[in-house]
């Protein structure tokens, strides 16, 4: 496991209920993974908790097996190793310039310069940043500015990435963009946990599933196990894919002696074989 978390608490200051209560959850290595979650269930603070940005109030959350450090120097290395894209990318954006933002953390690190500038041509390469490279970030339009935010993250070379709403207020075109994007840096080695609310995303792209609800992991499988269990997600009001909605929706006028029952019990594996190879 990359990241555990083991009954792990979380409070804000001023608030009388937890933020996260006993989480104990792991993060397989290798894997493309989903956190979904109503508003308000701990999904951010679990990705700062994550980060080393807050100090879990009780339990331990331990990388490749070691607990969490809270120095200077250990917060800067796992931070190398830990990426966290949040869904605004305001909150991430801190130069004048495309190239200056994704140059910021390198040169923190006191790296050589040739490497620092190699290193910053491949991200401005990989993620289609050439042309933007000397644009002052505030004149980027939103989906421009999420792609500078995920190179700033990306240069550091982390072993897992952390997603918040990534695809919040994206067209479908910059929407499939960063979908392809990521999984370039999946097939490249890189661990992804992202977090959101598009459940047919999460049904197509995640391998593994954690479903969060009042600071507390209450169901975690692949998308078919998870999805499978459609009343306890409606009871969380979650929900379930559309693809799912709709093929409930025929099954409910078949019943088992109808002729075509069989017939529509392979077409439904089918169907949704083929959304999670889209």
């Not at 644009?135 to 935010?149: A, C, T, Y």
């Not at 990534?166 to 963009?177: E, G, I, K, Q, S």
Request: aromatic fraction near 8%; hydrophobic fraction near 40%; proline fraction near 4%.
């Amino acid at each position: 496991m990359l990241l555990a978390f083991e009954q792990v608490g979380y409070t804000y200051a001023g608030c009388s209920e937890p933020a996260l209560q006993g989480l104990t959850l792991c993060i397989p290595a290798g894997k493309r993974c989903a956190l979904i979650g109503q508003n308000g269930c701990g999904k951010t603070t679990l990705f700062l908790l994550a980060n080393g940005l807050y100090k879990p109030r009780q339990g331990v959350v331990r990388w490749q097996g070691e607990p969490l450090k809270y120095d200077r120097t250990s917060l800067m290395a796992l931070r190398q190793e830990v990426g966290l894209v949040f869904q605004d990318p305001e909150q991430q954006l801190v130069a004048s310039t495309v190239e200056e933002d994704i140059s910021y953390g390198l040169c923190n690190l006191g790296l050589p310069e040739a490497e620092v500038a190699e290193r910053v041509g491949k991200a401005i390469a990989d993620f289609g940043l050439t042309d933007l490279v000397d644009r002052p970030v505030h004149h980027l339009s939103l989906g421009q500015k999420k792609r500078v935010s995920l190179a700033d993250v990306m240069v550091m070379q982390p072993k897992l990435l952390l997603l918040d709403e990534p695809t919040a207020y994206l067209d479908r075109l910059h929407t499939r963009d960063l979908m392809l994007q990521l999984k370039q840096i999946w097939a490249a080695g890189t661990t992804i946990l992202m977090a959101t609310h598009d459940l047919d995303l999460v049904y197509s792209w995640a391998d593994w599933v954690f479903v969060v609800d009042r600071g507390q992991l209450v169901l975690e499988g692949t998308p078919q196990d998870v999805f499978a269990h459609r009343d306890f997600l409606e009871n969380l009001h979650l929900g379930v894919p559309q693809v799912f909605e709709v093929l409930d929706r025929v099954a409910e006028t078949l019943t088992i002696q109808d002729p075509h029952f069989s017939d529509f019990q392979r077409l439904r594996q089918h169907v949704l074989e083929s959304f999670r190879q889209s």
